[in-house]
């Protein structure tokens, strides 16, 4: 007999995203049942719909269990209480049992009201203010002795995302990525609403500009000449990258090879591992990219649209890397500061040919952002379709074939 019970509500366009059908599946896939005892279905598809579900399960453990794995769905507890408050007992330390967010959008109840949580991404704390009625997300690293953190999953509502009313690659989930699928139809919806976002951009419009996070790769394979048009046609605002990629594209505007590989020539010149060493020697020499472009030092390449474009950049270290470049920042936690404070104001994220910045970045951004995964492996994009959005999309190909037939579909004419 399923003695522990608990009425649970769902209500959005439940039906047309298939939110109802997960709900109901993952109850009976965790061993629980369930009765709808109400159902109201909108007649349009503007109109909402709502579904009151009664969750039954053996024990009080399972229930939870059970209420915990749908509520990423919308499925809030029909009881309404406020969310429970607990201190932080140190600096970095959550109290246990706190709230863990997931990327999409949340409310908590404090004091009777419905709060919408600020900042949200994934696998952060709530850090609540009761006076001014304020809930904002804070990483662990950054908690404060007596921070009043949201501890269990009372008093929280996750909002489902709703399959978006564009018809185009983004309305549908791609986590099925395969090597073999057709690119161009997926790289022409890209394109579209890049130039979408273009004109808002050049509008002031928020949420208008366009993430790109990239790896070398991009300029090993040929992808530069594309990228660096992007970014001079204002179709990319900001950039995520390492050490490596700012390195070879300079190396490429002052040897002409990228990891000693003569792009002209069409071979590896004598000597050529050298250059990159070479470049961020003489970069340092100068004080920053930024000097070195407006010098006239670095005339061509990626780099140098970004500073005469003013793109935001933010260069993450690694462990690996030789220098570093002027810029680069080589703490791994301020790196990831300076990534969350460039993701407000991004409308669309490209994260092309860097599994540790492709993956760094999916951590950052929020379901709401629609997302291009591109890379030659294919469990890079994979795993970030699979990140529970309707709008991450997953492409299997080489960075510079998507960039350049990318670049092509807004009239790059290379």
Same mark, same amino acid.
């Given at each position: 007999?399923?003695?522990?019970? %608990? ?26 049942? *369930? ?10 598809? %503007?109109?909402?719909? $709502? ?42 330390? *959550? ?15 404090? =004091? ?21 009625? @304020?809930?904002? @997300? ?14 269990? +999953?009372?008093?929280? #509502? ?5 399959? !978006? ?6 309305? *549908? ?6 090597? %073999? ?11 579209? +609403? ?29 992808? =530069?000449?594309?990228? @660096? ?13 390492? /050490? ?36 961020? /020697?003489?970069? $340092? ?38 220098? !570093?470049?002027? &810029? ?34 999916? /951590?950052?951004?929020?379901? @709401?952002? !629609? ?5 030659? /492996? ?15 999309? &997953? ?6 074939? *998507?960039?350049?037939?990318?670049? #092509?579909?807004?009239?790059?004419? !290379?």
């Amino acid at each position: 007999m399923m003695q522990d019970q %608990e009425a649970v509500v769902l209500q959005g366009h439940i039906i047309d995203s298939l939110i109802l059908a997960k709900v109901l599946d993952t109850i009976l896939m965790m061993g629980g049942t *369930f009765d709808i005892q109400d159902m109201q279905i909108g007649k349009t598809r %503007e109109e909402s719909s $709502r579904a009151r579900i009664i969750v039954r399960a053996s024990s009080a453990k399972l229930l939870s269990e059970i209420l915990h794995a749908i509520q990423p769905h919308g499925a809030s507890v029909e009881s309404e209480r406020d969310c429970r408050l607990s201190v932080a007992p140190a600096d970095g330390i *959550f109290p246990d049992e706190f709230y863990a967010t997931t990327h999409l959008s949340t409310q908590v109840r404090v =004091r009777d009201q419905w709060v919408e949580v600020e900042g949200i991404e994934m696998d952060l704390g709530v850090r609540v203010d009761r006076v001014r009625l @304020t809930a904002r @997300t804070v990483p662990m690293g950054e908690v404060k002795k007596g921070d009043l953190i949201v501890t269990g +999953r009372e008093g929280v #509502r996750v909002i489902p995302l709703q399959r !978006p009313r564009d018809r185009d690659v983004f309305s *549908f989930m791609e986590s099925q990525v395969s090597a %073999e699928r057709p690119h161009g139809h997926i790289i022409g919806d890209i394109a579209k +609403r890049l130039v979408q976002l273009r004109a808002g951009f050049r509008e002031g419009k928020a949420g208008s500009k366009v993430l790109l996070a990239g790896g070398p790769a991009i300029v090993h394979a040929g992808g =530069r000449e594309a990228l @660096t048009w992007l970014i001079d046609e204002e179709f990319i605002h900001v950039l995520f990258c390492g /050490n490596a990629l700012p390195a070879h594209d300079m190396e490429v505007d002052l040897y002409g090879t990228s990891l000693g590989y003569g792009h002209a020539a069409g071979r590896v010149v004598p000597h050529g591992h050298e250059h990159h060493l070479r470049t961020i /020697n003489r970069i $340092r020499a100068i004080g920053s990219i930024e000097a070195a472009v407006r010098s006239g030092v670095v005339k061509t390449g990626i780099m140098a649209a970004c500073v005469k474009r003013g793109a935001h950049v933010v260069m993450a270290g690694t462990i690996r890397d030789d220098g !570093p470049l002027p &810029g680069v920042i080589t703490d791994s936690v301020k790196a990831q500061a300076a990534m969350r404070a460039a993701i407000p104001g991004i409308g669309l994220a490209l994260l092309v040919a860097s599994t540790l910045h492709a993956v760094a970045t999916g /951590n950052l951004l929020p379901a @709401t952002i !629609p997302s291009v995964c591109v890379d030659v /492996n294919p469990a890079v994009p994979t795993k970030l379709a699979d990140r529970g959005s309707f709008q991450a999309v &997953g492409l299997v190909m080489d960075a510079a074939s *998507f960039l350049r037939e990318l670049a #092509r579909e807004l009239g790059w004419k !290379p």
